[in-house]
């Protein structure tokens, strides 16, 4: 090893001549015993200078948080903040260079960690007053998530050297919150199509209401939904009528199969609803059933009933189909017969389709397919499928109901007449979401499905978020809709969802929050878009009242004031075909009581995820208007797990 002096000399010669990282380059070490004078990164000594030197203090301290477990400080970044003190006995101001190693298994000093671009691979402070506390903060780049460090210091006056380091003091930097591995996006990946993954959503069933004239039952309970009509006084016969829901097999093989000769499968305005249990909607389409359609007659003698019925009964099915892009719509019902008393000779249905908001939907003509007329002799000859049309004439927007009406009389009996509507299957009409005017169920729930193919690191960010913070925006598994905030003309506060997402990801006059503050190891995409860019990505979106950025008086059901107040990450290619999504390690981990999400990634994979692929391929096409719900899913993150810290995940899984 050089003598003090000559080491000294040699560094005066370096500075003196050459550049510091000239300098750098030649008096690296790896002793970490060496004197301090060995690294001159504070200047050059001026031995011949009399007084006193400066001296390190004995508890060095590593942060922000400076707090310690067993003995070692924790680190909640990577830009650490290394302290120490620092006095000199002739009072005069002085600076700490520090020194950081990597550690052993026993926690003494490995391998010196060179910062880079900084003249001997360390870091010097500002001056400060003797017995004040000197600080330097560990640029980017220089420190890894989960790995235990130590570093000592050394103080300057400008003049003098201490003889020796300070005491060692080890420090921890926080291990990752998220690393989610994805593969390349795929610039070619077809479009997909939404309707793939709108699954039936289950209904109530219609509710009954009476429909005049109506007698009280005789042998049966108005409260079981009986609708009775008047006495037959020449046979005895007291008629009554009832819808019931029935999902037995041989209901549904009935509307399957029908009845008849030919057994030919039955005819179907929407193609999911045979076999189908219950009522069920999706946003254009409705499958009301299945039923039994049931007409009796109470036979009664002297007032009283003999407890002798008289009974048919038939299996009914409704469905309905609407339009996105015109006013008119159609609904077919099927009718099938289950079983005719031979005693009512014949039953003949008369069916009535109405359009509750007459002013403003028309009903066109009934078409049926089969008589409605059934012998009690032989009633199973045919089944009957009849077809109507309905068309919204309103202005603007409106909800509508369809009311079913079916009375049934026979040669023995007279008329009873039972009527329905299914309330969850209201129909809006509108002509806001579109140029063309159109109709949807509005009570269902679609479900937006992100191009994971196309953008996955997108996806990933968006799962996570979902997933992991309390607000689960847009999960269907925690009953957390997502809310669509149109356009501001199309909005109830008149709310531009450009300004939630300048809270999230602001612009400045210096450029935009990722290239100014988002992390530099982004990764861009020039080899599918030339100008690619590093980009801002929220969540929950923009266009949502769950968006950190919509105020809480306008309807915001997460506000902040600050993007700075999400769970902060990036995207990176770590190598061809592998891309990771990280927390930020240069900043403090996500708690995991955040209400909002905020990626720095390519600008291509920012505005290909949702994009046109949201406002024609989803809002339009299921007519989304203001305030209206909807769930994200991500299929292919269904193997993975959110409730453990770090969350880790490959997708695809291997």
Known sequence: MLSRIGVIAASLVLLGSGTATAAADLTTRTDPSAPPSATPAAGPEKNTRAGSRPVSG????????????????????????????????????????????????????????????????????DYVASGKTAEVEIPHGNLKPGVTYTFH?????????????????????????????????????????????????????????????????MGRSAADGWNCGELNEETGIQPCSRLVPDDSKKTRDALTKGTGSAKAALPHLVDWCPNLMDSHIKRYEACIGSFLFEYEGIVVKDGKPTGEVLNSS??????????????????????????????????????????????????GQQGWDGALVWSGADPFTHSAVGTSSHTWTGTSADTLDLSTKITAYSPVANPAATRWHATDA??????????KPGCAFHKYIPTW?????????????????????????????????????????????????QKNRDVICPDSTNGSWASQHGHPDTTTVPEISASDKPSCDEFAYAST????????????????????????????????????????????????????????????????????????????????????PYWVSFPQFGHCDASKTPVTCTVPKP
Request: charge should be negative; include cysteine; proline fraction near 7%.
């Open 58 to 125: 004995k508890t060095p301290k590593a942060g922000p948080t400076f707090t310690q477990t067993d003995g070692t400080w924790q680190v909640n970044r990577t830009e650490a903040v290394l302290r120490n003190t620092v006095s000199d006995a002739d009072g005069d101001k002085a600076n700490l260079t520090f020194e950081v190693w990597t550690t052993n298994a026993d926690g003494s000093p490995k391998a010196k960690v060179e910062i880079k671009d900084r003249p001997y691979g360390v870091l010097v402070s």
């Open 153 to 217: 210091t050394s103080a300057y006056d400008g003049s003098l050297y201490e003889t020796d380091w300070s005491p060692w003091a080890k420090f921890k930097i926080r291990d990752r919150a998220v690393d989610i591995k994805v593969p390349e996006p795929d610039k070619g990946a077809p479009t997909l199509n939404q309707d793939d993954h709108q699954q039936p959503q289950k209904i109530a069933q219609p509710t009954m209401a009476a429909v005049d004239p109506t007698q009280p039952p």
């Open 314 to 363: 038939w299996a009914l099915g409704q469905e309905v189909k609407l339009s996105r892009n015109t006013a008119s719509f159609d609904q077919q019902l099927i009718l099938v017969p289950v079983a005719v008393d031979a005693k009512f000779l014949s039953v003949t249905l008369n069916v009535e389709f109405d359009c509750l908001l007459a002013d403003r939907c028309t009903t």
């Open 426 to 435: 209201e129909i809006r009409c509108d002509k806001i979401a579109t140029t």
């Open 449 to 497: 499905v992100m191009n994971f193919d196309k953008t996955p690191v997108a996806v990933a960010h968006a799962w996570l978020i979902q997933s992991k913070l309390p607000t689960h925006p847009g999960s269907k598994a925690h009953n957390k809709p997502m809310f669509f905030l149109p356009v501001a003309a199309k909005n109830g506060p008149g709310h531009d969802p």
């Open 545 to 628: 009242y769950n968006s950190g950025g919509m105020p809480a008086n306008l309807g915001g059901l997460n506000p902040v004031s600050s993007g700075d107040a999400c769970v902060q990450t990036y995207a990176t290619r770590v190598k061809q075909g592998e891309w990771h999504l990280y927390d930020d390690e240069r900043l403090a981990g996500p708690t995991w009581n955040e209400v909002c999400g905020r990626s720095a990634m390519s600008g291509w994979i920012n505005s290909t995820s949702m994009g046109g692929a949201f406002s024609s391929g989803f809002s339009a096409k299921y007519r989304l208007l203001d305030q209206d």
